[in-house]
C-alpha cells in the first residue's frame, strides 16, 4: 500500500533546498530502509534536508498538514525510529559535512554524519573523539543516547565531548545550546536522545591521537569462560589508556566463542595489560596490534539493513563469575546462534565527569551487558525476542538501574525509559520536554513526555 500524498507536497519541494521523496520515486526504498530489517515502514513524505532552514520547513510542513515526525541520523537505532508510516520523515542524511578546527581542537558534524565521516575528517588532523565502534552509526543519534566505543575509558562518553549544538525545536526555530546559551539544552542532549529538536550540527571537543593498540583475540571452545573473567579482571585494574569491549557467542556446532577488542593508547608497543588476555585459554585467532585509529573503527561491522534485530540488556554493577556463567548457558538454550551478547566496560573517564555534566544515568556502572538478537527468518521473530527478554530478565538482579537507551527497542514501556535515567534527571528532562515540545511531536523515540499530559 502507498501513503497518500498530501496536499501542497509541490509547496514543500519549492521551500526545501533538498529532496522530497515520495513512494514511487527513485530512492524511495532506500531512504526508508533501517538497519534493523524487522522494520518495514512506509513514510508519506521524506524531505532529505540540506540545512537548518530544510529541517524548519519540513516541520512546519508537518505541522500544518497535521503528519506525525520521525527525525533520520545514520538510521541505525535497533528500534527503527528513524522511520514511520504515513507520516514525515526529517532525513538528515544528506547533511554529512564535518569541519574541523586543528587550532581550538573542535569538530562541527552535521546531523547526518556518520562516525566514517567524522574520523576520516578529525584523524586528517590526528584528532579524534570517542565515538561509537561501526562506521556508518549515526554521530547525532549516538551522541543523544550518551554513546560508548573504542575510546570510552580515555576521553569519556561521547556526550561528555559534546560542546555544543545548533537545534531547529518543532515549532521551527533555529537556537543553539552550549555552555552559555541554553546550558540546560546541552545538559538534556548528553544523553536524554532527540527529544528537544532536530539538531543540524554539533561541536565536539578533539583530542590527539596519532595510532592505537587494538584488533581482537577471538577464543573458541569450552574454556572460553575463563576469557571472559580475565576481560572483566584486565579492565578493573586497568589504567585510562585502554578501552574493552567483549562479545560472547556460539558458532553452528554451539561452540562457543568470546571476541574481545582492546583499544590502548598509551606509550607501549605491547602493553602488559593485555598479556594476561593472550594467554587465557583457547585463543584461536589474535590481530591485536600497533595500527591507525580508522583501522580499529573497521574491527566491528555490521550488515545494514539485512538481518532482524530485537536487542535488550542492564547495565550492571559488576560482572560476577555466576552472571558470566548464567550469560555463557543462556548462549545454548535456543539450540542454534541466537545473536550475541556484547559487553563493553565503563571503567575510566566516564567516571570523572564532573558533577551533572549531562542527563545520562548510567556513568556510575561497571559494564552495559546487552543481548543482541539477531536472525533472518521472520517465523523466528517470536522466539529470539523472548532470548532476548529471558536473558535481559537473567542480568536483572545486577543491574545499576536501567538499560541503554540508545539499545532499546520501541516497546521498552516508560518506567524502563525513567530507571534509565533516574527520576530526578528524568523529571528534569520532562521540564525540558515541556519547554521544547510541549506537543510531544518528536515522540518516535525513547520518549520523554512532556509533563503536560501530551503522554504516549
Ligand atoms: C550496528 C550498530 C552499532 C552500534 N554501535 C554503537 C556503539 O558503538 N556505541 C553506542 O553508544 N551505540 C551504538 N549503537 C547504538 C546507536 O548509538 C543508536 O542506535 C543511535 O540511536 C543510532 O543513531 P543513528 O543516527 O544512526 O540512528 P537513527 O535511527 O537515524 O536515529 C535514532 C534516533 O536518534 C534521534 N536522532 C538521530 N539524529 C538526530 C538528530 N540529528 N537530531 C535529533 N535527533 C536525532 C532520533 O530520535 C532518531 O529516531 C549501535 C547501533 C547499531 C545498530
Not at 543540524?200 to 584488533?215: A, I, M, Q
Not at 533516574?422 to 515522540?443: C, I, M, S, T, W
Request: glycine share 12%; net charge negative.
Amino acid at each position: 500500500m502507498s501513503a497518500a500524498v498530501p496536499e501542497g507536497i509541490d509547496d514543500l519541494r519549492r521551500s526545501l533546498a533538498g529532496v522530497v521523496v515520495l513512494a514511487g520515486d527513485p530512492g524511495y526504498d532506500d531512504a526508508r530502509r533501517c538497519f534493523n530489517a524487522v522494520v518495514d515502514r512506509r513514510p508519506a513524505v521524506i524531505a532529505r534536508c540540506l540545512d537548518a532552514g530544510d529541517v524548519a520547513a519540513a516541520l512546519d510542513f508537518a505541522r500544518a498538514h497535521d503528519l506525525p515526525v520521525a527525525v533520520r541520523g545514520g538510521g541505525h537505532n535497533p528500534a527503527g525510529h528513524c522511520v514511520l508510516d504515513d507520516g514525515l520523515v526529517v532525513d538528515l542524511s544528506l547533511m554529512r559535512t564535518v569541519d574541523v578546527d586543528d587550532d581550538a581542537r573542535l569538530a562541527l558534524a552535521g546531523g547526518g554524519a556518520t562516525w566514517v565521516d567524522f574520523d576520516a575528517a578529525t584523524q586528517a588532523s590526528g584528532l579524534v573523539t570517542p565515538g561509537g565502534v561501526v562506521g556508518s552509526t549515526g554521530v547525532a543519534g549516538l551522541t543523544l543516547g550518551g554513546g560508548i566505543g573504542h575510546l570510552t575509558a580515555q576521553h569519556g562518553l561521547t556526550c561528555d565531548n559534546l560542546v555544543g549544538a545548533e537545534v531547529v525545536t518543532p515549532d521551527g526555530a533555529v537556537i543553539r545550546a552550549s555552555a552559555d546559551e541554553n546550558a540546560d539544552l546541552l545538559w538534556g542532549l548528553r544523553g536524554g536522545g532527540g527529544n528537544f529538536g532536530v539538531a543540524t550540527r554539533l561541536e565536539f571537543r578533539l583530542h590527539p591521537l596519532e595510532r592505537v593498540v587494538g584488533g581482537t583475540f577471538v577464543f573458541r571452545g569450552e574454556n572460553v569462560v575463563e576469557a571472559v573473567r580475565r576481560f572483566r579482571d584486565v579492565v578493573a585494574q586497568s589504567p585510562r589508556d585502554l578501552s574493552c569491549q567483549a562479545v560472547l557467542g556460539v558458532d553452528e556446532s554451539l561452540t562457543p566463542t568470546v571476541i574481545v577488542a582492546p583499544c590502548y593508547t598509551g606509550s607501549h608497543e605491547t602493553p602488559s595489560e593485555l598479556d594476561a588476555l593472550r594467554s587465557a585459554p583457547g585463543l584461536a585467532a589474535d590481530s591485536v596490534r600497533t595500527h591507525t585509529f580508522l583501522d580499529q573503527q573497521r574491527v566491528f561491522d555490521s550488515a545494514y539493513g539485512q538481518n532482524r534485530h530485537y536487542w535488550k540488556g542492564h547495565f550492571v554493577r559488576e560482572l560476577p563469575d555466576e552472571l558470566i556463567d548464567e550469560l555463557m548457558a543462556r548462549l545454548l538454550v535456543l539450540g542454534r546462534p541466537p545473536g550475541g551478547i556484547l559487553i563493553e566496560s565503563l571503567h575510566g573517564a566516564p567516571k570523572d565527569a564532573p558533577p551533572d555534566p549531562g542527563a545520562v544515568g548510567f556513568r556510575g556502572a561497571a559494564f552495559n551487558v546487552s543481548a543482541t538478537a539477531t536472525w533472518q527468518d521472520a517465523a523466528l521473530d517470536e522466539e529470539q525476542i523472548a532470548w532476548a527478554r529471558d536473558t535481559a530478565a537473567a542480568v536483572a538482579p545486577w543491574s545499576f538501574g536501567g538499560g541503554y537507551v540508545n539499545y532499546m527497542q520501541a516497546d521498552e514501556p516508560i518506567d524502563r525509559v525513567r530507571a534509565a535515567f533516574g527520576a530526578d534527571a528524568f523529571a528534569r528532562l520532562q521540564a525540558l520536554k515541556r519547554r521544547y515540545d510541549p506537543e510531544n511531536v518528536l515522540r518516535r523515540n525513547q520518549n520523554v513526555p512532556p509533563l503536560n499530559g501530551a503522554e504516549r
